[in-house]
Nanobody
Framework: VQLQASGGGLVQPGGSLRLSCAAS????????MGWYRQAPGKQRELVAA???????NLADSVKNRFTISRDNAKNLVYLQMNSLKPEDTAVYYC???????????????WGQGTQVTVSS
């Protein structure tokens, strides 16, 4: 199983970016998918998560600015980021809890990270 993230870049304060993450490989079922971020010198933190039935959870710092969504048919998760602030600058990682087979427990998988820089 692999997670491939894309969509990061440099954006001015107040701008928008959309991150995408595609899961591929041997997948029986994907449970929760989410996005984490890690800024220099800080711990990795949860930004947003979405369950398989569409329930979402967003960090207080991004509520009303970020939206998480997913396409279950294509094994994709998105993070729409609006009204970006300099403090949103970080490496963003996608995460998915994936069950590869009918038997056995699910495992957590991580994407490679994509840099988001908010600066004028």
């Amino acid at each position: 199983v692999q997670l491939q993230a894309s969509g990061g870049g440099l954006v001015q304060p107040g701008g928008s970016l959309r991150l995408s993450c595609a899961a591929s490989g041997s997948i029986f079922r994907i449970n929760t998918m989410g996005w984490y971020r890690q800024a220099p010198g800080k711990q990795r933190e949860l930004v947003a998560a979405i369950t398989s039935d569409g329930s979402t959870n967003l960090a207080d710092s991004v509520k009303n600015r970020f939206t998480i969504s997913r396409d279950n048919a294509k094994n994709l998760v998105y993070l729409q980021m609006n009204s970006l602030k300099p403090e949103d600058t970080a490496v963003y990682y996608c995460n998915a809890n994936i069950k590869e087979h009918l038997w056995g427990p699910p495992d957590d998988y991580w994407g490679q990270g994509t840099q988001v820089t908010v600066s004028s």
